[in-house]
């Protein structure tokens, strides 16, 4: 915290940052955009006292930017030599917090165990809260940057608010990595210091699409989507290979705000599919495939990694969404089959927090471990740590830690999931994998 | 377009039940408006809240399984009760709070719509913040997430007609929300406190001037709309059996519009408006596709509000006694 003494004698509390006004607002009001109430004097007394507290709130502004910029250098953040400040940024405590709390405790865990080894440069590790909204997000990480002096962030989660924070990072010339952001186009914009450690839409999106017409053998398929940055082209990307495989499609589009799906339930039912892919997130997916059950759809209902949590069992109800399909770029494995990599890790997690390992805590604790490498070698400037990036080559604990010059992974594989009751059991890789 | 023709029928059954939910929470809207000329924004929240208490009450009376159709008519009617109630009296808490002290000190009908924007923000937050956490424990997160009630319903396809389903759900909702407003319609042209209400939105001056309490029937109109979207919170929660603290947000917006459509202040405009709403938005998206839903519902609203200012039965609460 930062106190500013003001030349009035009034203290002013937490001064967001350098070179920020707080008071300037002051100086709007009181030019007469806001009609002072009747009777509050007269007309040309007003104007003119107006005019000096106008003059006031401009000198009083300049004043409060000075002293925060004088003050500010020793107000948090990660100056010393001995530490260095990562952020992670996504929806800790809104509707999808259930797949981002997972990832934020594999990075919060690997950087705790590098911490642990003494190391010559110690990572604090803060939390930025968006609520997965690009609009809270963005202030967000202005103040990381300019408060925090973060010099990488692990996020944002979600691709809606990546789009909006990617920018900020890029002027501010520190590199990101996203555990979960899938949207394609992320890594179409030239942005440089943008990373991701997981496979994007179009990987995901044919990878589903093919385990739809080969691991399960649908010929009729009905895409759903919730019109989102991310739903919408996952749907997109399901459909067109689907239909290039010989299936035939309809597509239909929910309002994720509503509660009320019927439209689009009537049209799955006229349409009578073999399987419904729905691109959103769990919240409407639960509650889509309760409606869809409760018309009499039996078709197989399948998803992406946005509904890969045990919320969609719990917003259809009882064992209502049993035998739908997840699909995702995220390896979730708490018995640790895949690697032995994934099964040390899997029960240092289930030690530490005490349930186990769920969506994308296997990447966050990548996209740390990916830093942390990068720490290591010495790295303590946020261009460095960028530059150390792109030829950065580790084993992690879902996949080899590579990125290509865009930023997205060197490889991933897309795996399937089968829910059962609150379980999301891993069924194989969906290249392969069958399903009656 | 064929879309439309293949699904006239389930749209139909579909549209009903969906506007007899926003029927009813018009009649809180309508009713308040018809008495104060003012637009309580805050009774999406009152909606809210009568979910909330649906979840309890079904908590509390230890149902964790579907009941069968005739004991869920019966347990309707209790949690209908219960969030009535629930409803009902923080309506009037709000009144007492947030619009009776501005009125007492003269304020100005703006004055009173900002303090009901006010305190919708005040009540969504209360509940996400403090409420949901506390009293409807959920792990992670808390009071952003939605809440499910336990399973109480299993809706069954009571009869067909051809391809169109009438599921026992939907009948219910429709038969319900039909009946609580006969009733109410009832109660506001037969007895002596409707006939208060009645007379105040005619002629508030003179309505006092022959000695009716203005502030008992104002306190008693917000009961009333608050019972009313109580009533529809409990048909709400056993269609979709799930909540959450900005619930009546999109609900409200949907509802005042259909006292808007049906000609705001008229009570029997309320139910006009909330059927056509709902039938307006299942053929809006069986034709153009669900994204359109909202576009073509307010599309038609502008229009019909072109040529009709004052909504489809025109305004005012007491020309409705016909």
């Known amino acids: 915290m930062c106190r500013v003494l003001l030349p009035l004698g009034r203290e002013v509390y937490d001064i967001p940052g350098p070179g920020v006004t707080v008071f300037s607002g002051r100086a709007f009001t009181g030019l007469g955009l806001v009609p002072d109430p009747p009777g509050s004097g007269w007309k040309g007394d007003t104007l003119r006292r107006n005019i000096m507290r106008a003059t006031g709130a401009v000198a009083l502004s300049a004043v409060l930017a000075v002293s925060a910029s004088a003050c500010g250098g020793d107000s948090g953040g990660s100056g010393d030599k001995n530490s260095v400040t990562i952020g992670f940024m996504g929806d800790l405590t809104g509707e999808s917090a259930g797949i981002v709390i997972p990832p934020k405790q594999g990075a919060a865990l690997a950087i705790e165990e590098y911490n642990a080894t003494n190391p010559k440069v110690k990572i604090k590790f803060k939390t930025y809260d968006s609520q997965g909204k690009g609009e809270q997000a963005v202030p967000l990480a202005k103040t990381a940057l300019t408060k925090d002096k973060i010099v990488g962030l692990i996020g944002p989660a979600f691709s809606g608010e990546s789009q909006q924070v990617d920018p900020v990072l890029e002027e501010g010339k520190v590199p990101s990595i996203s555990p979960s952001a899938t949207n394609a186009a992320l890594s179409k914009n030239g942005w440089k210091f943008f990373h991701r450690i997981v496979g994007n839409d179009d990987v995901q999106g044919s990878g589903i699409g093919t385990f739809i017409t080969n691991g399960l053998g649908a010929k009729k398929v009905f895409v759903v989507h919730d019109n989102s940055e991310y739903g919408k082209p996952l749907g997109t990307t399901v459909e067109s290979t689907v239909k290039a495989a010989g299936a035939t499609t309809q597509v239909g589009v929910i309002d994720p705000n509503a509660s009320d799906y019927s439209a689009t339930v009537n049209q799955v039912k006229a349409f009578a599919p073999d399987a419904v892919f729905f691109g959103g997130y769990y919240a409407q997916a639960g509650k889509l495939v309760k409606q869809l059950r409760q018309a009499g759809v039996k078709s197989r209902f399948l998803s992406g990694d ?123 890789d969906a290249k392969t994998a069958k399903l009656k | 377009m064929q879309n439309f023709l293949d699904q006239f029928w389930p749209s139909t059954v579909d549209g009903l039940s969906l506007g007899a939910i926003y029927a009813l929470v018009a009649l809180g809207y309508t009713m308040v408006y018809g008495v104060l000329r003012l637009i309580n924004f805050a009774h999406s929240e009152i909606f809210m809240i009568g979910t909330f208490a649906v979840v309890g009450a079904v908590e509390a009376l230890g149902i964790n399984s579907p009941v069968g159709t005739l004991a869920l008519i019966g347990l309707i009617v209790v949690l209908a009760v219960v969030a009535a109630v629930a409803a009902g009296g923080s309506a009037v808490l709000l009144e007492l709070v947030a619009y009776r002290p501005l009125r007492r000190s003269g304020g100005s009908r703006l004055a009173a719509l900002i303090s009901a924007i006010g305190a919708s923000l005040f009540l969504q937050q209360l509940f996400a913040i403090v409420v949901i956490p506390r009293f409807f424990d959920r792990p992670l997160a808390g009071g952003h997430l939605p809440v499910q009630s336990n399973d109480f319903t299993d809706p069954v396809n009571l009869f067909s007609i051809g391809s169109v389903d009438f599921r026992s759900d939907k009948v219910i909702i429709f038969v319900g929300a039909l009946l609580m407003m006969v009733a109410l319609d009832q109660f506001v042209s037969r007895t002596r406190l409707g006939r208060g209400i009645r007379a105040t939105a005619q002629d508030p001056e003179t309505a006092v001037l022959m000695g009716v309490n203005i502030d008992r029937i104002v306190m008693a109109t917000f009961a009333l709309g608050g019972a009313m979207a109580g009533v529809a919170a409990a048909l709400y929660m056993m269609r979709f059996e799930e909540t959450v603290y900005t619930v009546g947000f999109l609900l409200g917006i949907k509802a005042f519009t259909a006292a808007v459509l049906g000609g705001i202040g008229n009570l029997r405009g309320a139910l006009i408006g909330g059927m056509a709403l709902g039938l307006l938005e299942m053929y809006g998206s069986s034709i153009f596709g669900a994204e359109w839903r909202d576009v073509v519902a307010f599309s038609v609203l502008v229009l019909v509000l072109m040529f009709r200012p004052t909504g489809i039965l025109g305004e005012s609460l007491q020309r409705a006694r016909a």
Do not use: H, M
Request: hydrophobic share 35%; glycine share 12%; charged share 20%.
């Open chain 1, 306 to 428: 946005g509904s890969l949590d045990p919320g969609l069992a719990k917003g259809a109800g009882g064992t209502v969404a049993d035998g739908s399909v997840i699909g995702c770029p995220c390896l979730i494995d708490p018995t640790g089959k895949a690697s032995p990599a994934s099964k040390k890790f899997s029960e240092a997690y289930k030690a530490k927090y005490k349930t186990d390992t769920a969506i994308y805590s296997a990447e966050g604790y990548d996209a740390a471990s990916a830093f942390i490498a990068a720490i290591k070698a010495g790295n303590t400037k946020a261009e460095d740590i960028n530059k150390f990036l792109s030829t950065v080559d580790v084993p992690g604990v879902s996949k080899q830690i590579k990125f290509t010059p865009t930023g997205d992974p060197a490889s991933s594989a897309i795996y399937v999931y089968e829910i059962k009751g609150a379980t999301l059991p891993l069924v194989g």
